[in-house]
């Protein structure tokens, strides 16, 4: 039994930075290898990307597999499985478990544009897995291409030769053939034992509605065919497989999948959370001995509460969370109420684009309207009596005087910015609290470091960076570990009671601004009644910020001088559908902008 090289087969990934071509290149590499037709291929832009919303948003969300059937110039023919990436921070883990299942990388950097945040990542992930990279220099038909120097700037940041890069347009199909060759030729093959027992990695899993659970696997050693009885060694389940196959992107069923190859498998699987990614799959009669060294779980980080706007959707919001939850076991919710907005859900997310792509994604699919509360973190507290506890949720915060300290998370942040907007990307790393590290050159653009509090980006810290910078700064970051911080629990106080859905926390130096900025939202949007409304910011009993709605002078049927009956009854109607869209609180009618407004605000 012994290990070598599979010549024919070559395993690969495409990192780069969003917008810099992936999916435009992926589309070539199977409009080429004939994949597809062209009829096939008409009509849809991106092949890979299967979700709407993702073809709207020009955003890889969850990873695909393709393989490839290719005829070399050296006249052997080529099997190249292509695992597709998110190029998004927020996913970065689904990079990683995709980019473990391959030996190389086409690294695509456009060259009108240059190495950017997520170049950087997404790069560095792949080397960390002993990719082979080969450089891709994408957009070469534009004017602004500038392909020397950015070879350089490849080298000089990233550190790897690329001299000797591919250059490319994915858009009009030059150099494309190039590409193919530099795959067989630069990217090694994989390596395994087809004699040794079965052996194969979990690199992904989802729900069809025909197949069921379906889930991709790399064979590492041994074969995994149909029939066979397999098991997770993780989960201890066994399975009988049930099909065997891979996708051109077209299904395909075949018996067996031997070492070094990568496919799908269905097995009866009842639910995708019965699979765990980074499992290792062995043969249930003989099973290996020591599993894959498998990946970290992708765990949320960023919470917020969603409630639907109609009570009456609570059902359907609960059902639809469950769809969407049964392809994304990232996604996670639990049950919620607030004396303001009723029933909802609590919601876990990977980061803000996964939120958004959630809540957008239940409205549009599910036409739901919601309201989402205001983004969290996860916040370590150790209490005086000795415990630590885990709070995501600002409703859940202990009494003060019952906490000893409170810890929050912190990021490294890699942003990459034009130098003329340097100094307003300064301003607002430093206005989120941050801590700079380090500050280069890439070329003409600055590379800044920043040590930053979670908690600070996960407001509308992405969109800021693009406002300041024009859209021309690129952003990533990383977790890196929790500390100490001056937090405290702002309220939101409507005629003199809290609304629960508005609290959040905030470190002490910035509650003051949010707490004001909220305050002054609200005044605008909460209607005038029949009495006045004094609408406060506080932390515990201290008023940091006043604003009141004045009470309504005269009643709205006054001016009708009690004359014309049908005119004043239409006025009373029209004033109870207004009310329809409000919220009652207490005595106060709160309209759901006030709060979507409220909870929107930047300081
Ligand atoms: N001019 C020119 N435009 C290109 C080329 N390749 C891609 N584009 C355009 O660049 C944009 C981004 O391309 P995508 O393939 O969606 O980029 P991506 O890296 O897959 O982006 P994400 O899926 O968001 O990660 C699209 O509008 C493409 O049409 C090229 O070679 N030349």
Redesign the pocket.
């Known amino acids: 039994m012994t290990t070598v090289p599979i010549p024919n087969i070559r395993n690969f990934s495409i990192v ?12 070539r590499l199977i409009q080429m290898t004939g994949g597809l037709s062209d009829r096939e291929m008409a009509g849809k ?2 092949v890979l ?1 299967s979700m709407d919303i ?1 073809r709207e ?4 969300i969850k990873a695909q597999t393709v393989r490839l059937q290719y005829r070399a110039k050296d006249g052997k023919d080529y099997i190249f499985n292509l695992m597709d990436t ?3 921070v927020d996913f970065a883990y689904e990079v990683s478990r995709s980019l473990a299942a391959c030996e190389g990388s086409l690294l ?1 950097v ?1 060259a009108s544009q240059g190495v950017e945040a997520q170049t950087l990542a997404n790069v560095y992930q792949a080397l960390d897995n002993n990719h082979e990279i080969v450089p891709v220099l ?5 004017p602004a291409a500038e392909p020397e120097k950015i070879k350089q700037q490849i080298e000089d940041v990233i550190g790897i030769d690329a001299s000797d890069a591919v250059m ?5 199909g ?1 150099g494309i053939p190039d590409v193919l060759e530099a795959i067989v030729t630069r990217l090694p093959p994989p390596k395994g034992d087809r004699e040794a027992t079965l052996k194969a990695l979990l690199v992904d899993s989802w729900y069809d509605v025909y197949l069921g659970v379906v889930v991709l696997v790399r064979i590492v050693d041994g074969v995994m065919k149909k029939g066979q009885r397999i098991r997770m060694m993780g989960t201890g389940a066994a399975y009988d497989v049930e099909r065997v196959g891979f996708f051109t992107p077209k299904m395909q069923q075949v018996d067996e999948l031997g070492p070094g190859e990568v496919g799908f498998i269905t097995a009866a699987i009842k639910e995708v959370a019965d699979t765990r990614v980074g499992d290792t799959i062995t043969d249930d009669r003989k099973p290996v001995s020591e599993m894959l060294p498998g990946f970290k779980p992708a765990i949320p980080v960023v919470f917020c509460g969603l409630f639907p706007v109609d009570a009456d959707d609570f059902e359907t919001l609960r059902a639809a969370m469950g769809k969407l939850r049964l392809n994304d076991a990232s996604f996670s919710f639990e049950m919620e109420t607030s004396a303001a907005l009723g029933f909802g859900f609590r919601c876990g997310f990977l980061g803000l684009l996964h939120l958004e792509i959630i809540q957008e994604r239940l409205s549009r699919e599910f036409d739901l309207n919601l309201i989402a509360t205001a983004p969290s973190v996860i916040y370590k507290m150790k209490l005086t009596d000795g415990q630590e506890i885990e709070i995501h949720n600002p409703v859940d915060m202990p009494d003060v005087v019952k906490i000893a300290e409170i810890q929050e998370p912190w990021i490294e942040a890699t942003i990459l910015t034009p130098d003329e907007y340097l100094g307003s990307v300064l301003k607002l790393c430093q206005d989120r609290r941050g801590n700079q590290k380090e500050l280069t050159y890439v070329g003409s653009r600055a590379m800044v470091k920043y040590d930053l509090p979670l908690n600070e980006v996960v407001f509308d810290f992405y969109d800021r960076l693009k406002s300041v910078s024009k859209g021309y700064a690129s952003f990533d970051y990383h977790l890196t570990d929790y500390k100490p911080a001056d937090l405290v629990k702002m309220q939101i106080l409507v005629n003199n009671e809290p609304v629960d859905a508005l609290s959040m926390l905030v470190h002490r130096t910035r509650a003051e601004g949010r707490g004001r900025a909220m305050v002054e939202k609200m005044k605008d949007l909460i209607p005038p009644h029949m009495f006045q409304i004094p609408i406060q910011a506080a932390i515990g009993g201290k008023v940091i910020a006043r604003e009141t709605v004045r009470a309504l002078r005269k009643d709205v049927t006054a001016k009708c001088y009690g004359g014309d009956i049908t005119r004043k009854r239409k006025l009373l109607e029209k004033q109870k559908e207004g009310k329809k869209k409000m919220r009652q609180f207490g005595k106060v009618d709160i309209p759901q902008e006030a709060f979507i407004a409220a909870l929107k605000v930047d300081s």
């Open positions: 780069a930075h969003i917008d810099h071509g992936k999916s435009t290149l992926a589309d832009e991106q990307d993702e948003r020009g955003i890889t998110p190029g998004h695509v456009d994408n957009k070469i038909d534009l490319i347009s994915a858009k009009t030059l």
